[in-house]
Every structure is written in C-alpha cells, then in structure tokens.
C-alpha cells in the first residue's frame, strides 16, 4: 500500500487557552478531528468529519479498492488539567473493490459484488501533559487502544484489540510549533490466535501560524508504523504517510482539512480529510 494523507489529521490536544489568537498546542498527534483549547478540567469537544482514500489495500480479503469513511466522530473530554480522554471512530465506512485476488479468508458476498459497507472500529486514549506547558518545550503521554467494531469478512477492519504507549513532545518558539510521537504498539494478529505484532509507532509535524491576529494554522508532517518482525504477518502490515493540511478557528468552532500521499506498507495512495467541531469550555 502507500500511503495515507493525514487529512485534517491535526489533534492539537491542550493548546494553550482558548482565548488566545495563537494558542499553541502542547502536545500533538495524528487524530480525525482536532481538539484545540482542552487545557482545563471540564472542556468537551464534539466533532464529526469524512474522509476518502484511493487504492486501499485490503490484504485479510486481498482487495484493493477506494474507502469511504462517513461520520467520522470524535470525542474529547479534559478529564482533569492536561489529561484528555478521546474517543472516535466511524459510523459508516464504504468499501468499492476496484480487484481482488486469492483472499486468505473466506470474504462476505458483498466484496465478491464489488461494494462492502459497515461501521468502521473504535478507540479509546488517554494523553496527559507530565513537563511543561503550552509555550516552549512539553513533554507527554499516550495510552490507546483499538476496540473491534467491524469483521474481518467486510474489508472494512481487521476485527483486533491492538495498543499503543507513545512519548509525546512538541517545542513552540513564535508562530512555529514542532511535536513529535515515537512509542511502541502491540498488533494482535488477526489469523493467528495467540499472536502479536509489536510495531514502531513515530510522528512528526511542523505547524506554523502565519497571521498575527487570524486563528489559522498551517501543518505539514508524516505518521506511520514500522514492523519490527522481518515476516510481517497478515493484516499487521507497515503504514506511513506525508500531509500537508490546515486548521481554522472561530469562536467555539473549528474546521480542518487535509491531504497526503502514502510511502509505506498497507498506506492508500492518497486521502483527503475533513471535520467540523465544536468546543464546550468546562
């Protein structure tokens, strides 16, 4: 596969306040809505977004194929100061087989039919702040784990419990913000019982805020994984891509957008993103 654009791919979780014209973010991660402005015990946000990817590979039913990603939701909810606890997933996710091959399981007669349509797998994180705040240098964590909400048979997920443990950090120095996520995460395997597959888990962006009194931001970056097995087992494939994006802010809203190209393992060739949130400051 190839690639992946990180479409709107900007979680800036707990940025600076909420008032300011720039608030930096103190930490940073590859997510489908952003959260902005979660620095304090109580702020909510709610966000819904779409998104398409072109040549996805789909290795448990070998198709390849475009992949829809309709009502993409995202919650984010600062649980306490500097912790934030996120949720997100898809309600509908459509899958067009553009050719399939010897497939290692036995596919749903839809994928034999050229379209695959079901709710796609969800995740829960916990990310906190531990050095820092939202101006210099912050250093952070993060806990996630993929809940099964699809089959397999679809084409639409790999139906696995997977879990990720990453260092976050990211350094703000005028209208320029760096962050950065390298960590480590356990696969489960989805044809084999009993099995995993611990991957390199890695981020990085550069987000820059070219308009004094515009709450626009501007970011560019890669987010993949890297296997660290040298037979990779199905379905835990590499993945990697490279974006470029912006966000937008107004009042208690925020729109961001996205696109990229993939260089890795199950990537799609291209994606594009978008979502359109809501922030409730607690």
Same mark, same amino acid.
């Given at each position: 596969?190839?690639?992946?654009?990180? @479409?709107? +791919?900007?979680?800036?979780?707990?940025?600076?306040?909420?008032?300011? @014209?720039?608030?930096?973010?103190?930490?940073?991660?590859?997510? @489908?809505?952003?959260?902005?402005?979660?620095?304090? $015990?109580?702020?909510?946000?709610?966000?819904?977004?779409?998104?398409?990817?072109? /040549?996805? =590979?789909?290795?448990?039913?070998?198709?390849?194929?475009?992949?829809?990603?309709?009502?993409?939701? $995202?919650?984010?909810?600062?649980?306490? &100061? *500097?912790?934030?606890?996120?949720?997100?997933?898809?309600?509908?996710?459509?899958?067009?087989? &553009?050719?399939?091959?010897?497939?290692?399981?036995?596919?749903?007669?839809?994928?034999?039919?050229?379209?695959?349509?079901?709710?796609? #797998?969800? !995740?829960?994180?916990? !990310?906190?702040?531990?050095?820092? #705040?939202?101006?210099?240098?912050?250093?952070?964590?993060?806990? $996630?784990? #993929?809940?099964?909400? !699809? /089959?397999?048979? #679809?084409?639409?997920?790999?139906?696995?419990? %997977?879990?990720?443990?990453? +260092?976050?950090?990211? *350094?703000?120095?005028?209208?320029?913000?760096?962050?950065?996520?390298?960590?480590?995460?356990?696969?489960?395997?989805?044809?084999?019982?009993?099995?995993? %597959?611990?991957?390199?888990? *890695? =981020?990085?962006?550069?987000?820059? =805020?070219?308009?004094? &009194?515009?709450?626009?931001?501007? +970011?560019?970056?890669?987010?993949?994984?890297? =296997?660290?097995? /040298?037979?990779?087992?199905?379905?835990?494939? &590499?993945?990697?891509?490279?974006?470029?994006?912006?966000?937008?802010?107004?009042?208690?809203?925020?729109?961001?957008?996205?696109?990229?190209?993939? *260089?890795?393992?199950? !990537?799609?060739?291209?994606?594009?993103?978008?979502?359109?949130?809501? +922030?409730?400051?607690?």
């Amino acid at each position: 596969m190839r690639v992946l654009p990180a @479409a709107l +791919l900007v979680l800036g979780f707990f940025s600076q306040t909420v008032g300011t @014209a720039h608030g930096q973010s103190a930490l940073r991660r590859t997510a @489908a809505i952003q959260p902005v402005g979660l620095a304090r $015990k109580g702020d909510l946000l709610l966000g819904v977004g779409a998104a398409y990817e072109s /040549n996805v =590979s789909r290795p448990l039913v070998a198709v390849f194929g475009d992949l829809g990603h309709l009502g993409a939701l $995202k919650l984010a909810w600062a649980v306490a &100061d *500097y912790v934030l606890l996120e949720v997100e997933g898809d309600l509908l996710r459509v899958l067009t087989v &553009d050719s399939m091959g010897t497939p290692p399981i036995n596919p749903r007669p839809e994928v034999f039919n050229g379209k695959s349509t079901a709710a796609g #797998d969800f !995740s829960v994180a916990f !990310s906190f702040l531990i050095l820092g #705040d939202g101006d210099g240098l912050g250093v952070g964590g993060r806990l $996630k784990v #993929d809940l099964p909400n !699809s /089959n397999q048979k #679809d084409g639409i997920g790999t139906n696995t419990t %997977n879990v990720h443990l990453s +260092l976050l950090g990211s *350094y703000g120095r005028g209208p320029f913000q760096f962050t950065g996520n390298v960590g480590v995460g356990i696969l489960e395997v989805p044809l084999e019982s009993f099995r995993q %597959n611990d991957v390199i888990v *890695y =981020s990085a962006e550069m987000l820059v =805020s070219p308009l004094a &009194d515009v709450r626009l931001r501007l +970011l560019g970056g890669v987010d993949g994984r890297a =296997s660290t097995r /040298n037979k990779v087992p199905i379905g835990t494939e &590499d993945l990697g891509e490279a974006y470029l994006g912006l966000d937008f802010r107004f009042g208690d809203w925020l729109i961001d957008a996205a696109a990229g190209l993939g *260089y890795a393992g199950n !990537s799609p060739d291209w994606k594009v993103e978008g979502g359109l949130a809501f +922030l409730i400051n607690g």
